[in-house]
């Protein structure tokens, strides 16, 4: 007679596995901001007044590196001075996040990897932020330029990873409305690579006759997500029912 007790076995057994197996997969993000450069236009070359900006101030700079497992994080995070090198990174395992900035403005870096000992919808990640306050003499047309780096990739087999990694550039007025914007977001989910190598320029005209406030904001992010793929998932939930299932049977025929 064959044992009532083999198929509930082999699917505890399998569904072990697949929450066991080694996932010999990756995701990789990376975000780098580089060569911020500022020019000006003159409105009224004929009026005697030289357009140009000033930098009042870096109001904010930031690195910032965080992972999470199982409900077990952990984190860097420092705001540093105006024109402070600094780093931030964490480790887990093979995975991390680390971001970091030259200290010179608009050079910043970020990058993350994600593997297997992050498990199920943990992620490692980094931000590199930098606020550069600014005054606009009047008939000013301010040009913000720079270069952009990004790189998502993933790699997966049991387990997905989400990789990605986006710059924000935005150049906001006196009274906190963005003005012109520059966003590069790549994400990669399906095992292949985006990447992008460019240049962007970004403008503001402060065409009245007095000095205009403006704020540059500067964000570069790179993050790796681990999620299981569907197919797991339904093996898994599947195998688990058939268990629940097969429990019920064993007490109700113990019962008789």
């Known amino acids: 007679m064959k044992s009532p007790f083999r198929l509930p076995a082999a699917l505890a057994a399998s569904c072990l596995a697949l929450l066991a197996s080694p996932v010999l997969a990756d995701g990789n993000a990376a975000s780098r901001l580089s060569n911020v450069q ?13 357009a ?18 199982r409900g077990n994080p952990g984190e860097q995070n420092f705001f540093l001075e105006p ?3 600094g780093v ?13 900035t030259s200290g010179a403005i608009g050079a910043l870096d970020t990058r993350a990897r ?3 000992e992050l498990d199920t919808f943990g992620h490692a990640g980094a931000h590199s932020i930098q606020r550069v306050l600014l005054t606009l003499r009047p008939n000013t047309v301010l040009i913000v330029g720079g270069h952009v780096d990004t790189l998502a990739t993933a790699h997966f087999d049991q387990m997905r990873y ?4 986006r710059v924000d550039v935005g150049l906001i007025d006196a009274a906190g409305r963005r003005v012109d914007m520059a966003q590069i977001s790549y994400t990669s989910v399906d095992g292949g690579i985006d990447e992008l190598h460019d240049d962007f320029a970004l403008r503001y005209e402060n065409s009245s006759a007095n000095d205009l406030a403006v704020t540059l904001d500067l964000h570069a992010q790179a993050a790796v997500f681990a999620i299981p793929e569907p197919a797991s998932w339904a093996m898994l939930s599947a195998g688990l029912l058939l268990l629940g299932a097969a429990g019920k049977r064993r007490t109700a025929s113990r019962g008789k």
């Open 38 to 50: 500022f020019s000006t236009l003159d409105l009224t070359p004929d009026d005697g007044a030289a």
């Open 52 to 69: 140009g900006y000033e930098i009042v101030a870096i109001a904010n700079s930031q690195v910032f590196a965080s992972y999470s497992q």
């Open 83 to 85: 024109y402070q090198p």
């Open 88 to 100: 931030a990174r964490v480790d887990y395992g093979p995975s991390f996040g680390e971001g970091s």
């Open 114 to 116: 994600g593997t297997a």
């Open 162 to 165: 989400d990789a990605v990694s």
